[in-house]
């Protein structure tokens, strides 16, 4: 991915000057750093940034020039790319499961945090950790609906067995804490109160007071359906049930959001490749490229469309089948999108809210996914 060092006004000015055939991420920097900052200010604890979403160095460096101080971290790479773009940040290593070179360069780093869920994951860490303090966060799950997607598939333990690895923790003179993940996208404030009130309950049961409490990612972008709610009421539900949970016992907070710190800070414009007997649309990128969550959670934002010269369509909207480049037939776009009757070969169907799981995704399968990174001002004039 190549970075363009001239700062346009907006994706529209960009495409009506030039002539692209490569897939376009626009990146708005001040959209960004008002998205940290708004968790800065709303969230009522700790705000660190999950690097998996978009680790750019673009994207970390405005990250941290918003103020945000801490970074959940997930492999030896990222820990990495923060130490030389961050150096004095706080490091998560929230990925509960890593091998003895991975707990070593976490180690090395100066992991401030780690996260279990499992006995064997546990005895390793404590077998490799240095003496002194130190903090471990004891992951649980639970059947709690609300999100696009479920991690509990992957990770997360009982919630009776995260008491006795707890319990363990604090026997060993770590500092103890616990973490879950709602699942990615999660709409429902109620999700998190559910997990603040089994966590309150998991301490009671190992007879621990937790230090800290990691209430996870899942944080929604915002999709302009008007389904999505604020994040300050997700916010405000965190902070009302930890108190009523826990009560004076209650423990300081942490987040790791990702998709909804960097998402609506960028906008994909992928062209039209073809549009085959006037009704499947082909784009020159596509579930391979920077669109691969879309089976999982849908098209991430609205929807325009520009002609090639930069003017908005305006046709009727019509249910398309969109295809990707690829040779693959695996490569379409979940379920049909809406777009102009008058959509043609050449112009640009732009994506919002594409900064969260693009990047990083992409597969250059069959040589498609080049992208380019253009920096803008705005992303309003996008939706045209």
Not at 54 to 64: F, K, L, S
Not at 76 to 83: D, F, S
Not at 211 to 238: H, S, Y
Request: with cysteine.
């Amino acid at each position: 991915m190549s970075l363009s060092k001239t700062i346009w006004a907006d994706p529209h000015s960009y495409l009506r000057r030039t002539d692209c055939d490569t897939p376009v991420l626009f990146f708005a920097p001040n959209w960004l750093q008002d998205s940290a900052r708004r968790f800065l200010a709303g969230f009522p604890g700790l705000v660190t940034y999950a690097v998996k979403a978009n680790p750019d160095e673009e994207v970390i460096q405005n990250i941290a020039a918003a103020g945000v101080a801490g970074f959940d971290v997930a492999s030896p790479e990222e820990i990495a790319l923060i130490r030389r773009l961050v150096p004095g940040a706080a490091l998560h290593y929230n990925n509960p499961v890593r091998s003895v070179a991975e707990i070593a360069a976490g180690v090395a780093a100066g992991v401030a945090s780690w996260s279990v869920d499992s006995q064997s994951e546990l005895d390793k860490l404590l077998a490799h950790l240095p003496a002194g303090p130190g903090e471990i966060a004891v992951r649980f799950k639970l059947p709690v609906k609300g999100a696009s997607y479920d991690f509990g598939a992957k990770f997360g333990t009982t919630p009776e067995q995260a008491a006795g690895l707890l319990a363990q923790v604090a026997a060993r003179g770590l500092t103890p804490a616990l973490t879950f993940h709602p699942g990615t996208q999660c709409t429902d404030p109620q999700a998190w109160s559910a997990y603040i009130r089994e966590a309150a309950a998991i301490a009671r049961s190992a007879g621990v007071s937790i230090a800290r409490l990691n209430v996870g990612g899942g944080f929604p972008a915002d999709r302009g359906d008007g389904a999505t709610p604020a994040l300050e009421a997700i916010f405000a539900c965190i902070a009302a049930e930890t108190q009523a949970a826990f009560g004076a016992d209650a423990p300081a907070l942490i987040c790791e959001p990702g998709r909804a710190m960097v998402a609506e800070s960028f906008t994909l414009a992928a062209r039209v490749r073809a549009v085959r007997d006037g009704a499947h649309v082909f784009l020159n990128d596509g579930v391979y490229g920077a669109l691969a969550e879309t089976p999982l959670v849908g098209i991430p934002g609205p929807v325009s469309v520009l002609a090639s010269d930069g003017t908005p369509r305006r046709g009727q909207i019509l249910p398309r089948v969109v295809f990707g480049p690829t040779c693959d037939s695996v490569d379409r776009l979940p379920g049909e999108v809406g777009l102009p009757a008058d959509i043609a070969e050449g112009d640009y169907v732009l994506f919002r809210g594409t900064g969260a799981y693009s990047t990083v995704t992409n597969t250059r399968f069959n040589g498609f996914g080049a992208l380019k990174l253009v920096t803008v001002m705005s992303l309003e004039a996008a939706v045209g």
